[in-house]
């Protein structure tokens, strides 16, 4: 390894964040994308920070995060660029002189962005699974050689710094393994509770350790009840947690329902968030009760 | 390098290819792991690969980063590891739980001779009273090493402090987790937490996501909004501009007849099952639920607490419905040849015609019948009554495994 390309990698180091708490895997896994300039493919739990993590290492690596929010219509083509044929069909019927123009008809997306940025950024790839299911593949070559041809106008776009690239996918399709061969793969884990105390340290400061404790103990019960549609996750514990800061009534609650004096946990609606599992709490509840 | 590392994993069904080989050795020369270790050198001196990582356990999360692409995999890759490190087969804990539950009541059946046991054997059973309480606490920590995946002194095999190790030679093989290991750390691969992931096993709760999905799929076809050229055409001629019309997606949904076999050991599964079919409901044109039990015969019904007042003769529901309808038999396919091959098999009543008849005649009406089949396809082959099913099924019988369904809703979506 050469002098310089080891400082490179200090400078790009990934470690966390204040307010985002990495585990050595997780950090791992964005340095060696960073590092070998390879798109980072993210899976997880709903709510367990995927799409945060692009945000947070845009802002720990001072670099401008560009997102691109993949929607089922959502087309390969669109994060490339769009050439508007049909306006440029009704200008041509109404005279404007725009239309000698091809480039006033195409509209750069989110890669040409990323690709043409001043300075390296971050592309976050949104919930990549909610597309096409041809859509990976349609990417492949752009993703790899970081650069891509227009077509309309004959030019070639490439990255000069390759921008770090973070996909998140929700497991909702199968990626095809031609895309995923050239990524780098990490699936977040569930945070195990010594994480998850360390994630609600960041979040709330000046939290007392007995709200926390509590907190925690009724929140992995609820996660270990068997049958839940959507156990809650990460995310839902934070606001959870803020709801509980803010009202004094429920954390006596809270304790209530630790002594077992109150069935159903204090604003329960912020961890469940539907019909069927809060039924089943209360279910459960009842049952506990007899 | 690392080419001995690469074999073991795909032996181990991992899929790699030598694009991920050279990516991780890409990862290691542009030196993103830390520097050498001295105890790492001192364990593989003439594998120097080895000595750049600041642990085993940085060693495998990159291994793990660059190697496996899907969480499925993360298990198979795991043992891989665990074999590739420790070069032993890891034992399948699944499959000793499911011993354990099997063959307790034999053990405990068989007349124990004091005289049959070791000196070794012997001072166990004492220690523990009787042999009966022994495999209570072998069963409460294998619970405990599930649940909370702690090694430690108190795993399994771990030779030395716990009885079991020692134990480990008795002839029914209860015998845990290799050999003793004198390192206290619990290796991270030894965890195996991802082992409900793996899609060949049978459905779980997350699997039971995975597999609703797939069924969403399988139910709706077709793709979003499209541009209708013919009205396009059509009214830009009218008008004399451009004028784009778009029609809505078309959808294609899919009618299904499900058959539950009921009232047998199988009943958890299958009512997992329904649970998975009834959340998918709505995604289904029509979804209709029937029973029977054990073999299909001249009438299924729709309350099981009702099932002999309210029935329904099978000859109706292939009159009822049409040959579109997609049909899914679930059950174990387990029972005696009579109860498939004679009048008068069944257990219950006095069929006049055998099961396969009725079977065939189901097969022969409708385009496209499968069968789920929970129990575990490795021991398909030892049930005769299984593969004869299957044949009737022109062989689409398929596990209740997340890949079982998948590959199920393939063959019925085309």
New interface residues.
């Given amino acids: 390894?050469t002098q310089s390309?080891?400082d490179q990698?200090k400078n790009t180091q990934f470690t966390g964040t204040q307010s985002y708490i990495a585990t050595?895997?997780l950090q791992?896994?964005v340095?060696?994308a960073i590092?070998?300039q390879?798109p980072l493919?993210i899976?997880g739990e709903p709510g367990t920070g995927k799409t945060l993590l692009a945000e947070e290492v845009a802002a720990s690596l001072g670099m401008p995060l560009i997102t691109w929010h993949i929607k089922?219509?959502t087309k390969a083509e669109q994060g490339l660029y769009e050439y508007d044929a049909?306006s440029r069909?009704?200008d041509s019927?109404l005279g404007d002189d725009r239309v000698y123009d091809i480039n006033n008809y195409i509209k750069p997306g989110k890669l040409w962005e990323a690709f043409t940025s001043d300075e390296r950024s971050v592309l976050l790839i949104d919930e990549i699974d909610k597309a096409d299911i041809e859509f990976p593949n349609d990417l492949l070559h752009e993703l790899d050689k970081m650069s891509f041809y227009v077509y309309e106008t004959g030019e070639t776009i490439t990255a000069d710094k390759r921008p770090v690239v973070i996909i998140t996918s929700n497991?909702?399709?199968e990626l095809p393994?031609a895309f995923?061969?050239?990524?780098?793969?990490?699936?977040i884990?569930f945070p195990e509770e010594q994480t998850m105390r360390q994630i609600i340290d960041v979040h709330f400061p000046n939290i007392q350790e007995k709200l926390v404790n509590d907190a925690l103990d009724i929140f992995y019960k609820l996660r270990n009840l068997?049958?839940l549609k959507k156990p809650p996750s990460t995310s839902e514990l934070v606001d959870w947690l803020t709801l509980l800061l803010a009202d004094d009534m429920a954390q006596e609650e809270l304790e209530e329902n630790l002594r077992g004096e109150k069935s159903i946990p204090p604003l329960y609606g912020a961890l469940l968030k539907n019909e069927a599992d809060i039924t089943l709490l209360q279910r459960f509840a009842n049952m506990m009760r007899r | 390098m690392f080419v001995k590392l690469f074999y073991t994993l795909r032996t181990y069904g991992v899929p790699v290819s030598t694009r991920e080989l050279l990516d991780l050795n890409a990862a290691l020369d542009k030196g993103l792991m830390r520097q050498p270790h001295p105890e790492l050198s001192k364990q593989f001196p003439e594998d120097k690969d080895l000595w750049y990582f600041a642990s085993r356990e940085d060693m495998y999360r990159l291994i793990k980063l660059c190697m496996v692409k899907d969480e499925r995999h993360f298990d198979k890759f795991d043992r891989a590891m665990a074999d590739y490190f420790e070069g032993v087969d890891s034992l399948d804990i699944d499959e000793l739980m499911a011993k354990l539950t099997d063959i307790p009541q034999e053990w405990l059946d068989l007349k124990l001779d004091p005289k049959n046991l070791t000196e070794e054997q012997r001072r166990l059973l004492k220690k523990y009273g009787s042999l009966e309480e022994l495999m209570k606490a072998l069963e409460e920590r294998l619970k405990e090493q599930k649940e909370r995946h702690q090694g430690g002194s108190k795993w399994v095999g771990t030779g030395g402090s716990s009885p079991f190790g020692a134990y480990g030679d008795h002839p029914e093989g209860v015998r845990v987790g290799g050999e003793s290991r004198k390192r206290s750390a619990v290796k991270v691969w030894e965890q195996r937490k991802y082992r409900d992931l793996d899609d060949d096993k049978l459905l779980g709760t997350r699997q039971l996501q995975m597999a609703l999905r797939n069924l969403r799929q399988f139910a709706r076809t077709g793709s979003a909004d499209e541009l209708d050229i013919k009205e396009t055409i059509k009214r830009t001629a009218k008008k004399g501009v451009l004028d784009i019309h778009m029609q809505p997606e078309r959808r294609n949904r899919v009618k299904v007849l499900m058959l539950f076999d009921v009232g047998g050991s199988m009943d958890i599964h299958i009512e997992a099952l329904e649970r998975l079919f009834s959340a998918a409901k709505n995604e289904f044109k029509t979804l209709e639920f029937f029973y029977f039990h054990n073999c299909l015969y001249d009438y299924v019904w729709k309350n099981n607490q009702r099932r002999h007042a309210e029935r329904t003769p099978t000859m109706e529901l292939l009159q009822k419905y049409g040959r579109e309808y997609r049909v899914i038999f679930v059950g174990d396919a387990s029972m005696s040849p009579y109860e498939l091959f004679s009048v008068g098999g069944s257990v219950e009543y006095m069929n006049a015609e055998p099961g396969a008849v009725w079977l065939k005649r189901v097969t022969d009406h409708f385009d496209k019948v499968a069968w789920l089949n929970p129990e575990d396809a490795a021991y398909w082959d030892y049930t005769h009554t299984i593969g004869e099913i299957k044949k009737l099924m022109q062989g689409h019988m398929y596990p209740m495994s997340l890949h079982g369904v998948e590959e199920m809703t393939e063959y019925l979506a085309r």
């Fill in positions: 390894m390309n080891l990698t050595d895997d791992l896994a340095n060696a590092t070998l390879k493919l899976k089922s219509t049909v069909l009704r019927q497991n909702e399709k393994d995923l061969r050239r990524c780098f793969f990490h699936y884990d068997q049958g």
